[in-house]
């Protein structure tokens, strides 16, 4: 049996398009900032030991720093992400539209006839 065309498809895949698109930046802010966040422990404790106790009462401000500029990053990383699967959802119903305005099997979606 040949696969038949479901318009409703492309209706739901732009949906979950959006939904995904509705919380990737908090995720991408939330990744970036917990990567940054280890790594700067790390390399701040390796500094420490290396440098001396003059160095550890930096050690916090640094860590916060570094953890906010990663967190900065993640937002920017999300928003372009966000933005990408909008830019495809948005084609995926522009498709959909067109084949509702053009196909006479499904013309529900048409404008009526001007008078």
């Known amino acids: ?3 038949s065309y479901d318009p409703q498809i492309l209706q739901d895949y732009a949906d979950d398009l959006y939904k995904q698109a509705r919380y990737i930046v908090i995720r991408t802010a939330l990744k970036y900032g917990l990567i940054v966040f280890l790594v700067s422990i790390l390399g701040c404790f390796i500094m420490a030991r290396l440098a001396g106790p003059e160095v550890s009462d930096a050690v916090p401000a640094i860590v916060i720093f570094l ?5 900065a990053a ?5 928003r372009r992400e966000a933005f990408s699967l909008k830019l495809q959802a948005q084609e995926l119903l522009c498709q959909r539209q067109i084949e509702r305005n053009t196909n006479p099997h499904t013309n529900e979606g048409a404008p009526g006839p001007s008078v």
């Not at 953890?67 to 967190?71: E, K, N, P, W």
Request: aromatic content about 0%.
């Open 1 to 3: 049996m040949p696969t």
């Open 67 to 71: 953890t906010l500029v990663g967190i």
């Open 74 to 78: 993640g937002v920017d990383a999300g």
